[in-house]
């Protein structure tokens, strides 16, 4: 901020430019308002279109050498527009209130934006941001409720997108309220704060219903787990002899996986990552196979992650150029990681160290993250995607995780929108889990099923709720925490193997 002094002895304040949108949005009375409108080309329909659609009443002003057929016909329906067929002249600005131009003519543009500030007019020049006084944003309307998009000139085809959103969120319903809260304020009697207070009372419903809403998004994934349980004791009853066995006589090892499964998906929630490789050093460090553990992670992750992709398509998250890049050599790599893996299982002994190693990286991956937390990184675009779907499934199913450290990790350093990232790798993990749990349950025949059951069955309890801690704990403390874990887990498996041979 700086002090200038004036010459009449006052002292204004100037403050300095800050970054984002600087445009200060205002509603115009365009019935009391005289609007001309220069083109009626496409882009002056355009214009008229949004002029009249939001203003019936409004008095406008078309002149243009020639018309679209379109334009007539929509200037015959209101009688506030008159159409003048010439060349533009500055003096048909002399009666004029706002400007707007939308001709094919750079140079004619220019002309009027000039004659319009001669008459201390505010103009609006189509398609040339850097030539306005103001934008015509895209309006969503209800009734009397009405919402300005503004995108700053740098996108008109997101506000348009926002528009679409707001206009299937915001229910008609809702002018049917303002009405009824106009009534409601003029009758009200008693200071300003008494009305506000009585105000507040009656919206506080709105907020009510909210929360209802949000109950019944909660009963409904807790639906979702209920149904992903039946599945899976489906599968299992019928899939293997054992998990009868184990469920008349459940093994204490179901327990310590249940509660395994549980804090990783919470850590998952807060962080965003790490689930896979903690819980395969999990796995690893209470006896259970390579192969076996790595299908108890993708079995787990495929619901978690359906219900996260659906989410972020809804929310328009997805880069659907790079998911079809993504996907088909992720599930190549993924189904052919985990054939390989279940096909060692019975040398899982010398298998085991080498995931362990694997996730002794993964460690120092995270680690690293943990320290670079908040850099900026300005990396060019990866190129190459489907050659990391492939490496990042392959891996991914042979060390029972990696496919967010490694593939979203790496979108992002590579100069990736970090929202379309993650919305985009969630989306496609939700298959890359799918075929890799197809594979393993169809490859292996012995799988510690008990450990495998704990562990879904524990981070589906807490997908509810996972998301809900995620902004009260330090993902940099979590990181560092589960990166020392890890390595020290690995580090144990490794050398207890060294100590074996030696």
């Known amino acids: 901020m700086t002090l200038l002094p004036r010459n009449n002895g006052l002292t204004t304040i100037q403050y300095k430019k800050t970054e984002g949108n600087q445009l200060f949005p205002i509603f115009l009375k365009l ?3 005289h609007t001309v409108l220069i083109g009626a080309g496409n882009v002056g329909l355009e214009k008229l279109t949004a002029i009249l659609s939001n203003s019936p009443l409004a008095r406008v002003t078309v002149v243009a050498k020639i018309f679209s057929p379109q334009v007539h016909a929509l200037a015959a329906g209101y009688q506030g527009v008159t159409i003048i067929q010439k060349p533009f002249v500055d003096t048909d600005l002399d009666n004029a209130d706002i400007v707007v131009a939308a001709t094919n003519d750079n140079d004619l543009n220019a002309y ?9 007019l505010l103009v609006n020049v189509a398609d040339q941001p850097a030539l306005c006084d103001f934008y015509l944003g895209s309006i969503v309307q209800k009734g009397d409720l009405k919402v300005a998009i503004s995108t700053n000139g740098k996108s008109p085809t997101i506000a348009k997108r926002l528009k679409e959103v707001l206009n299937e969120g915001l229910p008609g319903e809702l002018d049917t309220t303002l009405q009824q809260m106009s009534e409601l304020r003029n009758s009200l009697s008693g200071d300003f704060a008494y009305k506000v207070k009585t105000l507040n009372a009656v919206t506080s419903v709105l907020v009510e219903k909210k929360a209802e809403s949000n109950k019944n998004l909660i009963w409904l994934i807790w639906g ?8 899976a004791f489906f599968t299992l009853w019928s899939k293997e002899p054992d998990f009868r066995i184990y469920v008349q006589g459940i093994n204490p090892l179901f327990y310590y996986f249940l509660a395994a499964g549980f804090v990783f998906a919470m850590v998952d929630g807060a962080i965003g990552m790490s ?14 196979p390579p192969a076996s553990a790595s299908m108890g992670v993708h079995l787990s992750e495929i619901m978690s992650n359906g219900i996260a992709g659906w989410m972020h398509y809804r929310m328009g998250n997805i880069n659907w150029k790079m998911f079809k890049l993504l996907l088909i050599p992720g599930i190549i790599g993924a189904v052919s990681g985990a054939y390989i893996l279940s096909s060692l299982e019975h040398y ?10 694997y996730t002794l990286i993964l460690g120092i991956v995270i680690f690293s993250k943990a320290l670079k937390t908040g850099q900026k990184r300005t990396k060019a675009k990866i190129k190459n995607i489907p050659l990391l779907g492939l490496g990042g499934g392959f ?6 995780g990696g496919w967010g450290s490694i593939v979203l990790s790496t979108l992002i350093a590579g100069g990736r ?14 298959f890359i889990a799918l075929m890799s749990s197809l594979t393993f349950i169809t490859m292996l025949s012995g799988a510690r099923w008990q450990a495998v059951s704990g562990l879904v069955i524990g981070s589906a309890l807490a997908s509810p709720i996972a998301a809900k801690i995620s902004n009260r704990i330090s993902a940099k403390a979590i990181m560092m ?12 498996s490794i050398i207890n193997f060294l100590i074996k041979i030696v």
């Not at 009027?112 to 201390?120: F, L, P």
């Not at 979702?224 to 599945?231: P, T």
């Not at 891996?395 to 029972?400: K, R, Y």
């Open 275 to 288: 689930y896979g490789v903690t819980s395969t050093t999990f796995s690893l460090s209470m006896g259970i």
């Open 224 to 231: 979702a787990i209920v149904l992903a349980f039946g599945i």
């Open 31 to 33: 019935n009391d308002l």
């Open 348 to 357: 899982s002994q010398y298998t085991k160290p080498f995931v362990s190693l």
């Open 417 to 430: 929108h970090p929202r379309f990232s993650l919305g985009t790798v969630k989306l496609s993990r939700f």
């Open 481 to 492: 925490s589960v990166a020392v874990i890890v390595i020290l887990i690995s580090l144990k």
């Open 112 to 120: 009027i934006r000039n004659s319009a500030h001669e008459r201390k």
């Open 395 to 400: 891996i991914d199913a042979v060390g029972g």
